[in-house]
């Protein structure tokens, strides 16, 4: 079974730039998550789907920050503009549906740095 | 404020001791997993934990789950290098709908 997959692995943008990521969930899976993980600290909840409506956004700082999963399976994360701060890893993580305990699957991150 | 707090943040160890890594918070969870993350890759699940006072085993790896559901944690035993990781709690809570908290981690390195 094919893992969650996410690109660009690496990006490297100036501030006030725009920058977008891309994840693909494992097949079947209903509930896609955007992740932030700064260094050394914990991935951070920013978006939540199940299907292609928003479950939890509310920590995903809306002036700057979007996302969609228009047909309920891959999804984009995009910044629009960058900020010195933004700097880190953004993990995909898809589970098959929105009950407790589900198991989370996460992707490999795409790191972003902003200069 | 960090909910989840992770202790030690760091911890260095020879192969073949033992170690224990804590997760501590002032809420109460519904479930608590614990996750390994490798450099430049995401966080792979290693054990969920429901009950409180529940004790999971993972071959060389302890997970105990508090009374109280509020703390956990996780002690390995004769630790390989093959260990070294970052070992993250994250809890559960279902405020409406279940949402996933991350503890900051335990950056842990076994020296052959």
């Known amino acids: 079974e094919a893992g969650v997959a996410q690109s660009p692995r690496y990006k490297i943008i100036e501030k006030r730039q725009s920058v977008a990521f891309w994840c693909n969930p494992i097949?079947?899976?209903?509930?896609l998550y955007w992740y932030q993980q700064i260094l050394g600290q914990g991935p951070k909840l920013l978006i939540q789907f199940q299907n292609n409506g928003v479950v939890d956004d509310s920590q995903l700082p809306k002036d700057r920050f979007s996302a969609e999963r228009l047909k309920g399976v891959d999804s984009t994360l995009k910044i629009q503009p960058a900020k010195l701060e933004d700097s880190a890893v953004y993990l995909c993580?898809?589970?098959?549906?929105?009950?407790?305990?589900?198991?989370?699957?996460f992707g490999p991150g795409t790191r972003l740095l902003v200069l | 404020t960090q909910l989840l707090e992770q202790s030690p943040q760091f911890l260095s160890i020879q192969e073949g001791e033992n170690l224990t890594v804590y997760c501590n918070s002032s809420s109460v969870f519904s479930s608590l997993q614990w996750y390994r993350q490798e450099p430049g890759e995401g966080p792979v699940l290693l054990v969920t934990v429901v009950t409180g006072g529940e004790v999971k085993k993972l071959k060389r790896l302890t997970f105990q789950f508090g009374d109280a559901r509020k703390d956990s944690s996780l002690h390995i035993t004769a630790a390989q290098p093959g260990d070294t990781g970052l070992y993250l709690c994250a809890g559960e809570k279902n405020t409406g709908g279940f949402k996933t908290i991350f503890g900051a981690g335990t950056r842990l390195f076994v020296k052959a």
């Open positions: 993580a898809s589970s098959q549906g929105l009950a407790g305990r589900e198991t989370q699957y």
């Open positions: 097949s079947g899976h209903a509930t």
